[in-house]
T-cell receptor
Framework: GAGVSQTPSNKVTEKGKYVELRCDPI?????LYWYRQSLGQGPEFLIY????????DSGLPNDRFFAVRPEGSVSTLKIQRTERGDSAVYLC????????????????FGPGTRLTVL | SQQGEEDPQALSIQEGENATMNCSYK?????LQWYRQNSGRGLVHLIL?????REKHSGRLRVTLDTSKKSSSLLITASRAADTASYFC?????????????????FGEGTQLTVNP
């Protein structure tokens, strides 16, 4: 079946603008994660959804960042008033929930969206 | 902040040689995973080792985990030019949600492996 998909693959915007990044997880995966990766660094956790709810949003850097997953499938990461420091590759991952097996899941990553804020 | 730290930061070897990458972490974990990334995009899951396991194999990959030293190693045997990529270790611990398997990953900064033909 299809893997995790992300759109757009590249997004160039101007400082101060609003952007939305979309993630389509693997069908049937209830867990969805957003990460951000700066050049030369490893990915950093942003937010985790279990179904429709954000189970852990402790990685969001500030209140300009927000993410939703209204129907428990597709998720949108929203960034308001973008800053140059927001430039990075935004990665989405999904995993299949296995009840009672904490932390035993493999995460499948999408190709990412490269965001450039000018 | 990053929990995992890979060592070395860069490794260059000849085709056919073995490549060993190390990872250290700071807190207790549920599992440790290794990922591969080409050209800054598309992380590919390689192998997962649980905290109660000490060694795991998958094809040309061998992973060890020493929880007493909070370290792991990834060995790629008989390397190929196609193995050239960045390799990341990622540690997983539970998020504060009851009875789910969700777990945020904390990545290191990666090892850039170059395999010369």
């Amino acid at each position: 079946g299809a893997g995790v998909s992300q759109t757009p693959s590249n997004k160039v915007t101007e400082k101060g603008k609003y952007v939305e990044l979309r993630c389509d997880p693997i069908s049937g995966h209830t867990a969805l994660y957003w990460y951000r990766q700066s050049l030369g660094q490893g990915p950093e956790f942003l937010i985790y959804f279990q179904g429709t709810g954000a189970a852990d949003d402790s990685g969001l850097p500030n209140d300009r960042f927000f993410a939703v997953r209204p129907e428990g499938s597709v998720s949108t990461l929203k960034i308001q008033r973008t800053e140059r420091g927001d430039s990075a590759v935004y990665l989405c991952a999904s995993s299949q929930e296995t009840s009672g097996r904490l932390g035993y899941n493999e995460q499948f990553f999408g190709p990412g969206t490269r965001l450039t804020v000018l | 902040s990053q929990q995992g730290e890979e060592d070395p930061q860069a490794l260059s070897i000849q085709e056919g040689e073995n490549a060993t990458m190390n990872c250290s972490y700071k807190t207790s974990i549920n599992n440790l995973q290794w990922y591969r990334q080409n050209s800054g995009r598309g992380l590919v899951h390689l192998i997962l080792i649980r905290s109660n396991e000490r060694e795991k194999h998958s094809g040309r990959l061998r992973v060890t985990l020493d929880t007493s030293k909070k370290s792991s190693s990834l060995l790629i045997t008989a390397s190929r030019a196609a193995d050239t990529a960045s390799y990341f270790c990622a540690t997983a611990f539970p998020v504060p949600v009851k009875e789910t398997s969700g777990s945020r990953l904390t990545f290191g900064e990666g090892t850039q492996l170059t395999v010369n033909p």
